[in-house]
């Protein structure tokens, strides 16, 4: 019987982890983060998933130190697997899996590689990504592939509807995959890196509108920010704003010096910087979710102008 030692975390970790157990392989150690109660929990703990299944659990935001290192050669398992961990997992830790070091990373590898590949996908207007199972190596994501899986992105997608998706698919690909995985039969393709790009983390400040762009941009962002992400954030007259969700029209925008929100028939637009048009349909401003009727009814006398750069 194969055994195995899991880094993981969230939705991905506890569907893959199940996965594993599903299949027979004896996972001998779970290594995740603390969950935050901080931060928005909307993902599955797989801290939680891990304790209810009696496996052992080693809580770690750093995946270099020797205790770490220590247990997972303790364990001196076949398979050392990663599932949405947050860390780069060092050398010496793939050393101990005594057959193969695995991640399942969420795009079409070599697509996407690096940090938050769901939310830069949707962000740059793919209309397809998917989730990779690869050989670890030590740069990220690089490692030859096991398998993969595509899914589509459709146009008003937000990134949390492309993230599950993703995830049923890295179930998909793993619960496919692993008898020849473990019959030591799995393919190893190497990857050509030169057909695609590594990316970094995202900051908050990534999520500011800059209104001179064209509506099929500022669409793409709001996506790639909609909640449980941030959002897209702006200002309206002199209040901040959030952009929650939008929808790229072909409604004539009034003849204006640059970019402004407008109001037609009880809906909310906003003329973007090459005049195309994007509706409105889900804003906070202030703090308070308002009524779209209610936010289209200010600019009846006129519209409001909007901020060609991001603020400040």
């Not at 199940?18 to 779970?30: N, R």
């Not at 995740?32 to 993902?43: C, G, R, S």
């Not at 599955?44 to 130190?65: C, K, M, N, T, Y």
């Not at 590594?198 to 962002?221: C, M």
Request: hydrophobic share 45%; charged share 20%.
């Amino acid at each position: 019987m194969s055994t195995a030692v899991v880094f993981g975390y969230g939705d991905v970790g506890v569907r893959c982890l199940a996965t594993l157990l599903a299949q027979g392989v004896t996972v001998s150690l779970v290594v995740t983060h603390a969950d935050d109660p901080n931060e928005t929990q909307w993902y599955a703990s797989l801290h939680r998933f891990a304790v209810e299944h009696d496996l052992p659990v080693h809580l770690s935001e750093d995946a270099s130190g020797a205790d770490l290192l220590a247990k997972v050669a303790a364990c001196a398992p076949d398979f050392l697997f990663s599932f949405y961990y947050r860390r780069m997992i060092p050398r010496a830790l793939l050393d101990c899996a005594r057959r193969a070091a695995l991640n399942l990373h969420g795009s079409l590898l070599p697509q996407f590689r690096g940090r938050a590949p769901v939310n830069w996908a949707v962000l740059l207007g793919a209309t397809e990504t998917g989730a990779s199972l690869h050989h670890m190596a030590d740069k990220p994501d690089a490692g030859n592939l096991v398998d993969q899986m595509a899914v589509p992105i459709l146009p008003d997608d937000t990134a949390y509807d492309v993230f599950r998706k993703v995830c049923a698919a890295g179930e998909f690909v793993l619960h496919r995959c692993l008898p020849a995985v473990l019959a030591g039969t799995a393919p190893s393709i190497v990857q050509n890196l030169s057909a695609g790009r590594y990316f970094g983390a995202r900051r908050p400040q990534d999520g500011e509108i800059d209104w001179s762009w064209d509506a099929q941009r500022i669409h793409n962002l709001v996506r790639a920010v909609a909640p449980p992400f941030p959002a897209a954030r702006t200002v309206i007259g002199d209040q901040s704003a959030r952009i929650f969700r939008t929808r790229v029209v072909a409604e004539a925008a009034p003849a204006l010096a640059g970019p402004a929100l407008f109001s037609r028939d009880g809906h909310c637009f906003a003329r973007c910087g090459d005049g195309s048009v994007l509706r409105l349909l889900e804003v906070e401003v202030a703090g308070q979710v308002v009524d779209i009727a209610v936010l289209a009814a200010r600019f009846v006398a006129g519209p409001v102008a909007l901020p060609s750069k991001a603020p400040a």
